[in-house]
T-cell receptor, first 116, second 112 residues
Framework: GAGVSQSPRYKVTKRGQDVALRCDPISGHVSLYWYRQALGQGPEFLTYFNYEAQQDKSGLPNDRFSAERPEGSISTLTIQRTEQRDSAMYRC??????????????FGPGTRLTVL | GQSLEQPSEVTAVEGAIVQINCTYQTSGFYGLSWYQQHDGGAPTFLSYNALDGLEETGRFSSFLSRSDSYGYLLLQELQMKDSASYFCAVRDQAGGSYIPTFGRGTSLIVHP
C-alpha cells in the first residue's frame, strides 16, 4: 500500500515569501506529526494532529509557522515570511493511533526547503 | 521538558554485536522507541519498549530500565547494510498529548 507522501520534495524560495508544505498520511491513520530535521540531527517535533484536531503545537518555532488538517487526512504546514534559518528538511509522519503502546510512526520522504 | 543522550558514533565489524545506549530525562515517560535512518532516507521504526525488559525482533533487540531512565538497542550479526543512524525517542504524556522527542542520533559504521 501507499506510504506517507509529501510534496513538493524540494522547494527553493526567496526570503520573505510564504511556503506551504503538504503531507498525505497513510489512509486510516489517526495521528499526523510534523518534524524539522537538520543534517546530522534527529527529527525535531513541531506539531501533531489527531484527526483534524491539533493536539499540540508547542514545537512550532514562532508564529510564522502554522499547520492544519481540516478533514483529518491531508495536512499543510505553512511558513509565512520565510527566513534563511527556516532552511531544513521538513518531515511528516503518521501513526495508526495516538498514545498506543505500538505508536509506530511512518515517515514520509520529506520536503527539502531552501530559503535564499 | 525532555532530553536524550546517545553516543554520536559507534564503529564495529561485520558479524559483531554492538550496543547503542540511550539515557533520557522526561517529566511523564510513555515509552522508548528506536528508529533507523540511512543516508538520504526517512527514519524507519525498529522497536518500542513501554515496560522494563528486553524486546527482541530478529537481529535487533531493545532494552529498557525505567528506574534508571536508560535503554539500549542491541544489533547482532552486524551486516554492512546496518550502517546508518539510529535514534532513540521518547514520548512525554502531558495532559492529553503525547509529545515525541528524538535524540541526536548515533552513527553506526560497520566495517568489513
Amino acid at each position: 500500500g501507499a506510504g506517507v507522501s509529501q510534496s513538493p520534495r524540494y522547494k527553493v524560495t526567496k526570503r520573505g515569501q510564504d511556503v506551504a508544505l503538504r503531507c498525505d498520511p497513510i489512509s486510516g491513520h489517526v495521528s499526523l506529526y510534523w518534524y524539522r530535521q537538520a543534517l546530522g540531527q534527529g527529527p525535531e517535533f513541531l506539531t501533531y494532529f489527531n484527526y483534524e484536531a491539533q493536539q499540540d503545537k508547542s514545537g512550532l518555532p514562532n508564529d510564522r509557522f502554522s499547520a492544519e488538517r481540516p478533514e483529518g487526512s491531508i495536512s499543510t504546514l505553512t511558513i509565512q515570511r520565510t527566513e534563511q534559518r527556516d532552511s531544513a528538511m521538513y518531515r511528516c509522519a503518521s501513526s495508526l493511533r495516538d498514545g498506543d503502546r505500538h505508536n509506530e510512526q511512518f515517515f514520509g520522504p520529506g520536503t527539502r526547503l531552501t530559503v535564499l | 521538558g525532555q532530553s536524550l543522550e546517545q553516543p554520536s558514533e559507534v564503529t564495529a565489524v561485520e558479524g559483531a554485536i554492538v550496543q547503542i545506549n540511550c539515557t533520557y530525562q522526561t517529566s511523564g515517560f510513555y515509552g522508548l522507541s528506536w528508529y533507523q535512518q540511512h543516508d538520504g532516507g526517512a527514519p524507519t521504526f525498529l522497536s518500542y519498549n513501554a515496560l522494563d525488559g528486553l524486546e527482541e525482533t530478529g537481529r535487533f533487540s531493545s532494552f529498557l530500565s525505567r528506574s534508571d531512565s536508560y535503554g539500549y538497542l542491541l544489533l547482532q550479526e552486524l551486516q554492512m547494510k546496518d550502517s546508518a543512524s539510529y535514534f532513540c525517542a521518547v514520548r512525554d504524556q502531558a495532559g492529553g498529548s503525547y509529545i515525541p522527542t528524538f535524540g541526536r542520533g548515533t552513527s553506526l559504521i560497520v566495517h568489513p
